[in-house]
Protein backbone atom coordinates (compact mmCIF):
# COMPACT_ATOMS: atom_id res chain seq x y z
CA UNK A 1 0.00 0.00 0.00
CA UNK A 2 1.15 3.64 -0.79
CA UNK A 3 1.13 6.12 1.32
CA UNK A 4 0.17 8.91 -0.71
CA UNK A 5 -2.73 11.86 0.51
CA UNK A 6 -5.06 13.30 -2.04
CA UNK A 7 -6.29 16.28 -0.75
CA UNK A 8 -9.44 17.84 -3.43
CA UNK A 9 -11.88 20.36 -3.38
CA UNK A 10 -14.59 22.17 -5.13
CA UNK A 11 -14.19 25.78 -5.38
CA UNK A 12 -16.23 28.80 -7.55
CA UNK A 13 -14.36 31.73 -5.89
CA UNK A 14 -11.40 30.00 -3.95
CA UNK A 15 -12.15 30.02 -0.76
CA UNK A 16 -12.28 26.82 -0.43
CA UNK A 17 -8.75 26.10 -2.24
CA UNK A 18 -7.38 28.16 0.23
CA UNK A 19 -8.24 26.08 3.11
CA UNK A 20 -7.52 22.69 0.74
CA UNK A 21 -3.89 24.06 0.52
CA UNK A 22 -4.24 24.78 4.11
CA UNK A 23 -4.57 21.46 4.75
CA UNK A 24 -2.42 20.15 2.49
CA UNK A 25 0.35 21.89 4.02
CA UNK A 26 -0.16 21.33 7.43
CA UNK A 27 -0.03 17.91 6.41
CA UNK A 28 2.90 17.89 4.78
CA UNK A 29 4.13 19.80 7.59
CA UNK A 30 3.29 16.17 9.83
CA UNK A 31 6.05 14.21 7.11
CA UNK A 32 2.52 13.56 5.53
CA UNK A 33 2.78 13.17 1.36
CA UNK A 34 0.34 14.85 0.05
CA UNK A 35 -1.19 16.02 -3.51
CA UNK A 36 -3.67 18.58 -3.63
CA UNK A 37 -5.78 18.55 -6.49
CA UNK A 38 -9.23 20.05 -7.57
CA UNK A 39 -12.07 17.18 -7.49
CA UNK A 40 -12.94 18.32 -10.91
CA UNK A 41 -9.64 17.42 -12.50
CA UNK A 42 -9.13 13.50 -10.53
CA UNK A 43 -9.03 11.15 -12.75
CA UNK A 44 -8.36 8.31 -10.67
CA UNK A 45 -7.70 7.93 -6.89
CA UNK A 46 -6.14 4.47 -7.24
CA UNK A 47 -2.48 6.14 -6.53
CA UNK A 48 -3.58 7.23 -2.60
CA UNK A 49 -4.17 5.88 0.20
CA UNK A 50 -6.11 8.56 1.48
CA UNK A 51 -8.78 10.96 0.59
CA UNK A 52 -9.52 14.23 1.92
CA UNK A 53 -12.48 16.60 0.33
CA UNK A 54 -13.26 19.74 0.75
CA UNK A 55 -16.64 21.33 -0.92
CA UNK A 56 -18.37 24.66 0.06
CA UNK A 57 -22.52 24.58 0.55
CA UNK A 58 -24.04 26.30 -2.55
CA UNK A 59 -27.77 26.77 -2.17
CA UNK A 60 -28.41 24.23 0.82
CA UNK A 61 -25.89 21.49 -1.13
CA UNK A 62 -22.07 20.43 -1.52
CA UNK A 63 -20.54 22.44 -4.82
CA UNK A 64 -21.83 19.87 -7.84
CA UNK A 65 -18.38 19.36 -8.75
CA UNK A 66 -17.44 17.40 -4.94
CA UNK A 67 -20.97 15.30 -5.78
CA UNK A 68 -19.67 14.57 -8.98
CA UNK A 69 -16.14 13.67 -7.68
CA UNK A 70 -17.65 11.77 -4.87
CA UNK A 71 -20.75 9.91 -7.38
CA UNK A 72 -17.84 9.03 -9.73
CA UNK A 73 -15.14 7.78 -6.98
CA UNK A 74 -18.05 6.02 -5.14
CA UNK A 75 -16.89 1.83 -5.80
CA UNK A 76 -12.41 3.57 -4.61
CA UNK A 77 -13.81 5.76 -2.08
CA UNK A 78 -14.93 2.01 -0.09
CA UNK A 79 -11.25 1.09 0.21
CA UNK A 80 -10.08 4.58 1.18
CA UNK A 81 -10.01 6.38 4.54
CA UNK A 82 -11.45 10.12 3.85
CA UNK A 83 -12.24 12.85 5.56
CA UNK A 84 -14.33 15.56 4.35
CA UNK A 85 -14.66 19.47 5.21
CA UNK A 86 -17.76 22.20 4.22
CA UNK A 87 -17.39 25.80 4.00
CA UNK A 88 -20.77 27.76 5.35
CA UNK A 89 -21.78 30.55 6.96
CA UNK A 90 -19.45 33.74 5.96
CA UNK A 91 -20.77 35.10 9.45
CA UNK A 92 -20.56 34.69 13.32
CA UNK A 93 -24.21 33.72 13.34
CA UNK A 94 -25.64 31.00 15.50
CA UNK A 95 -29.04 30.93 13.25
CA UNK A 96 -27.05 30.71 9.99
CA UNK A 97 -24.50 28.25 11.57
CA UNK A 98 -27.35 25.98 12.88
CA UNK A 99 -29.55 26.15 9.30
CA UNK A 100 -25.87 24.89 7.50
CA UNK A 101 -24.74 22.35 10.09
CA UNK A 102 -28.66 20.96 8.87
CA UNK A 103 -27.34 21.30 5.46
CA UNK A 104 -24.01 19.69 6.15
CA UNK A 105 -25.80 16.65 8.01
CA UNK A 106 -28.56 16.21 5.62
CA UNK A 107 -26.00 16.33 2.35
CA UNK A 108 -24.01 13.85 4.48
CA UNK A 109 -27.22 11.90 5.32
CA UNK A 110 -27.88 10.98 1.18
CA UNK A 111 -24.70 9.48 0.92
CA UNK A 112 -24.56 6.86 3.76
CA UNK A 113 -22.13 5.22 1.80
CA UNK A 114 -19.68 7.64 2.25
CA UNK A 115 -18.27 7.27 5.75
CA UNK A 116 -15.75 10.00 6.38
CA UNK A 117 -13.02 9.40 9.59
CA UNK A 118 -13.45 13.06 9.80
CA UNK A 119 -16.15 15.57 9.06
CA UNK A 120 -15.89 19.82 9.78
CA UNK A 121 -18.01 22.80 8.86
CA UNK A 122 -15.84 25.50 8.39
CA UNK A 123 -16.48 29.38 8.40
CA UNK A 124 -17.01 30.68 4.71
CA UNK A 125 -16.01 33.98 2.41
CA UNK A 126 -17.89 35.79 0.64
CA UNK A 127 -17.26 38.93 -1.40
CA UNK A 128 -20.45 40.15 -3.27
CA UNK A 129 -18.36 42.52 -5.54
CA UNK A 130 -16.78 39.22 -7.28
CA UNK A 131 -19.91 37.32 -7.72
CA UNK A 132 -19.96 36.49 -11.48
CA UNK A 133 -23.22 35.45 -13.44
CA UNK A 134 -26.26 34.70 -12.02
CA UNK A 135 -24.70 34.80 -8.53
CA UNK A 136 -24.64 38.20 -8.62
CA UNK A 137 -28.07 38.62 -9.50
CA UNK A 138 -29.00 37.46 -6.12
CA UNK A 139 -26.98 40.57 -4.46
CA UNK A 140 -29.99 42.76 -6.51
CA UNK A 141 -33.13 40.99 -5.16
CA UNK A 142 -34.47 42.38 -2.12
CA UNK A 143 -35.85 38.73 -1.60
CA UNK A 144 -32.63 37.15 -1.42
CA UNK A 145 -30.74 36.65 1.72
CA UNK A 146 -27.57 38.04 -0.48
CA UNK A 147 -28.83 41.28 -1.45
CA UNK A 148 -27.11 44.17 0.65
CA UNK A 149 -24.45 41.12 2.12
CA UNK A 150 -21.19 42.96 2.74
CA UNK A 151 -17.63 41.10 2.14
CA UNK A 152 -16.95 38.67 4.82
CA UNK A 153 -14.64 36.37 5.51
CA UNK A 154 -15.59 33.67 8.68
CA UNK A 155 -12.58 31.06 8.04
CA UNK A 156 -11.19 30.22 11.29
CA UNK A 157 -7.25 29.83 10.54
CA UNK A 158 -6.26 28.05 13.84
CA UNK A 159 -9.53 25.86 14.03
CA UNK A 160 -8.69 24.87 10.15
CA UNK A 161 -5.14 24.15 11.21
CA UNK A 162 -5.71 22.12 14.33
CA UNK A 163 -7.95 20.22 12.32
CA UNK A 164 -5.78 19.12 9.53
CA UNK A 165 -2.93 18.22 12.35
CA UNK A 166 -6.26 15.68 14.34
CA UNK A 167 -5.96 14.76 10.40
CA UNK A 168 -2.43 13.40 10.10
CA UNK A 169 -2.53 10.70 12.51
CA UNK A 170 -6.02 9.39 11.21
CA UNK A 171 -4.74 9.11 7.76
CA UNK A 172 -1.63 7.02 7.99
C1 LIG B 1 -24.91 31.95 -4.38
C2 LIG B 1 -24.39 31.48 -3.05
C3 LIG B 1 -25.10 30.53 -2.34
C4 LIG B 1 -24.63 30.08 -1.10
N1 LIG B 1 -25.37 29.16 -0.40
C5 LIG B 1 -24.98 28.78 0.83
C6 LIG B 1 -25.77 27.88 1.61
O1 LIG B 1 -26.81 27.38 1.19
N2 LIG B 1 -25.33 27.56 2.86
C7 LIG B 1 -24.17 28.08 3.38
O2 LIG B 1 -23.84 27.80 4.53
N3 LIG B 1 -23.37 28.89 2.65
C8 LIG B 1 -23.75 29.26 1.40
N4 LIG B 1 -22.97 30.12 0.67
C9 LIG B 1 -21.67 30.55 1.22
C10 LIG B 1 -20.50 29.78 0.58
O3 LIG B 1 -20.53 28.42 0.97
C11 LIG B 1 -19.18 30.44 1.01
O4 LIG B 1 -19.15 31.74 0.48
C12 LIG B 1 -17.96 29.66 0.57
O5 LIG B 1 -16.81 30.14 1.26
C13 LIG B 1 -17.73 29.75 -0.94
O6 LIG B 1 -16.66 28.92 -1.31
P1 LIG B 1 -15.76 29.16 -2.63
O7 LIG B 1 -15.11 30.53 -2.49
O8 LIG B 1 -14.74 28.07 -2.57
O9 LIG B 1 -16.65 29.05 -3.81
C14 LIG B 1 -23.40 30.56 -0.57
C15 LIG B 1 -22.67 31.50 -1.32
C16 LIG B 1 -23.14 31.95 -2.53
C17 LIG B 1 -22.34 32.96 -3.32
Same mark, same amino acid.
Do not use: C
Given at each position: ???? %? ?11 ? #? ?8 ? &? ?5 ? #?? !? &????? $? ?12 ? =?? %? ?6 ? &? ?5 ? !? ?22 ? %????? !??? $????? =? ?36 ? =? ?18 ? #? !?? %?
Amino acid at each position: MNDK %ILVTYASKYGSTQ #EVAEAVAKTL &REKGLNV #EL !Q &RAAKV $QTIEPYSAVVLGAP =MY %IGHFHGDA &RKFLARH !QTALATHKTAFFALGPTEDNEKDW %IETRK !QFD $QELAN =MPWFNPLARELFGGKMDPARFRFPDNLLTLLPASPLHN =MPASDARNWDKIRAWAEGLA #E !QL %I
